[in-house]
């Protein structure tokens, strides 16, 4: 069965570096888009970027871009998302998950990882 | 940029139909995906390209998408269907998210 495998929570102070991980567990995860999806704490969901791992094709939300950097090893097939100076307004929780393109509109998230918290302190 | 909208709570009594609907403009010339969330899990697909249904999904679960509206519909929705909904589209190459609506069974 397809899985995504997230690292595990994460608590930083403001100006730190982080690295999230989300392993591709039986399927090869270079094959389909894989995306992150923020959900801060009581809210929605929302995304991050999308990034496609065999080419390395990469869109980030206007929201986000500038602030995090996803990228994937092959190797490992595991992908990240990073960033090189936390705020406190990055705490939340953070998906990876599987991105199924169908059609023009019809991509969707079919396969999800279980989530990372992060914490960040001022 | 596109905007998809819920309502941000919908309540319904158990074993009646519940309708979930988002909006957005000329919605129907697109597919709509709908997850649903609960308490400390992550989102599950309930609903793909308006109206087809991934396998595990209960057959109570339907989608339409006409015009401006795409409506989760839920009949003889059960407790166990509390849950957060969210709609999901594609837009100039980008994930486009509704907010969300709390569905309430009581």
């Known amino acids: 069965e397809v899985q995504l495998v997230q690292s595990g929570a994460e608590v930083k102070e403001a100006g730190e570096t982080l690295k999230l991980s989300c392993l591709g567990s039986a399927y090869t995860l270079t094959n389909d888009w894989i995306g992150w999806v923020r959900q801060m704490p009581g809210t929605g969901l929302e995304w991050v970027a999308i990034?496609?791992?065999?080419?390395?094709?990469?869109t980030y939300s206007p929201s986000f871009q500038g602030r995090v950097t996803v990228s994937v090893d092959k190797a490992s097939n595991t992908a990240y998302l990073q960033w090189s100076s936390l705020r406190a307004s990055d705490s939340a929780l953070y998906y990876c998950?599987?991105?199924?393109?169908?059609?023009?509109?019809?991509?969707?998230?079919?396969?999800w990882g279980q989530g990372t918290l992060v914490t960040v302190s001022s | 940029s596109y905007d998809l909208t819920q309502p941000p709570s919908v309540s319904v009594s158990p074993g009646q139909t519940a309708n979930i609907s988002c909006s957005g403009d000329k919605l129907g010339e697109k597919y709509v995906t709908w997850y649903h969330q609960k308490p400390g899990q992550s989102p599950v697909v309930v609903m793909y390209q308006d109206k087809k249904r991934p396998s595990g999904i209960p057959a109570r679960f339907s989608g339409s998408n006409s015009g401006n509206t795409a409506t989760l519909t839920i009949s003889g929705t059960q407790p166990m269907d509390e849950a957060d909904y969210y709609c999901q589209t594609w837009d100039s190459d980008t994930v486009v998210l509704g907010g969300g609506t709390k569905l309430t069974v009581l």
């Open positions: 998950a599987r991105l199924v393109r169908v059609g023009a509109t019809g991509h969707y998230f079919d396969y």
């Open positions: 990034m496609s791992p065999g080419d390395s094709e990469t």
